[in-house]
């Protein structure tokens, strides 16, 4: 699985919208979409602060692990 599905997935097991997330990242509903689409990189900055809020590891988000933790 790779990481624009573990986004998309965690933000749906949440219950928030592509807005809601990207104004925790500093992005746009836009932006953020992009970055989920796969027309835009996820910056490391941005992946540091998905996984605190999310309170998962970056190697879950990144695909690397299946365990969040």
């Known amino acids: 699985m790779n990481y624009r599905t ?3 997935n965690l ?3 949440n219950d ?3 807005k809601e997330v990207g104004k925790i990242i500093n992005k746009s509903q836009q932006g953020y979409s992009h970055i989920e ?6 910056k490391i900055e941005d992946l540091i ?3 605190d809020y999310y309170n998962v ?3 879950y988000l990144i695909g690397r692990c299946e365990n969040q933790k």
């Open 6 to 8: 573990r986004m998309r």
């Open 11 to 13: 933000r749906e097991d």
């Open 16 to 18: 928030l919208t592509q």
């Open 37 to 42: 689409d796969g027309r835009a990189e996820l």
């Open 49 to 51: 602060k998905l996984c």
């Open 57 to 59: 590891s970056a190697d």
